[in-house]
């Protein structure tokens, strides 16, 4: 069974400063991963997908890098600011099958300290 | 574009009632899912469907039915509710190999 795991649970940095989340997973024949963000009281927005393929993908200020063959992404975000703060999810698509069946981290709660 | 729409946002049952959540797309998504959110444990696969006619079972799928007669729409049927299904419910859809897009939720308490 595929489990994903996030540490730390919750993370608190000051404003401006860089910092990288983490997601780890025990099974590698994944098809893709995804990080998501929530805000208190609202649904995932989706961040950025990795296809199984890739190493990384880039949003702004928002890298991304998998490496399956360890079971290991990081979120990379760039000069952290106040609305960064939410939590942080990652979640992967079981082999043969795309995103209708995803398995899904705990979170990092990220808080930015203005 | 209004995304994924989930009714109602809030709900309160009593023990052994029945009721729908309701779930729809407009973005054409052959892939939809319905997930629970409980703290301590992430979110959890409870039902999903690769398109209109097909529906499949997640990790958590007991008390709960689902349909998908067309694209657009995925109602989440609790059949007699219970205490263990107090949750926040979320909706998802999403291409082949695309982005996720999720519902803003629907909290749900049973008592």
């Known amino acids: 069974k595929q489990e994903v795991t996030q540490i730390p649970a919750a993370l608190s940095v000051p404003e401006g400063e860089n910092l990288v989340l983490n997601c780890s997973f025990t099974?590698?024949?994944?098809?893709?991963l995804q990080w998501f963000r929530q805000d208190p009281g609202k649904g995932l927005t989706s961040l950025l997908l990795i296809q199984s393929s890739q190493r990384e993908q880039t949003s702004g200020r928002l890298n991304a890098s998998l490496d399956k063959s360890s079971g290991r992404s990081t979120l990379y975000i760039a000069a952290s600011q106040p609305g960064d703060s939410a939590t942080y999810l990652c979640a992967v698509s079981l082999p043969n099958f795309g995103n209708e069946k995803l398995t899904f981290g705990t979170g990092t709660r990220l808080t930015i300290i203005p | 574009n209004a995304g994924v729409t989930q009714t109602p946002k809030f709900q309160v049952l009593k023990t052994g009632q029945s009721m729908t959540l309701q779930c729809a797309q407009d973005?054409?998504?052959?892939?939809m899912s319905w997930y629970r959110q409980d703290p301590g444990m992430g979110l959890r696969l409870i039902h999903y469907s690769v398109g209109a006619g097909i529906t499949d079972q997640g990790e958590v799928p007991n008390g709960y039915n689902v349909s998908r007669s067309t694209t657009e729409d995925f109602p989440l049927r609790l059949l007699s509710a219970a205490p263990s299904q107090t949750s926040v419910y979320f909706c998802?859809?999403?291409?082949?190999?695309?982005?996720?897009?999720f519902g803003s939720g629907t909290q749900l308490s049973v008592l």
């Open positions: 973005m054409n998504h052959e892939y």
């Open positions: 998802a859809s999403s291409s082949f190999n695309e982005k996720l897009f």
């Open positions: 099974d590698s024949a994944i098809y893709n």
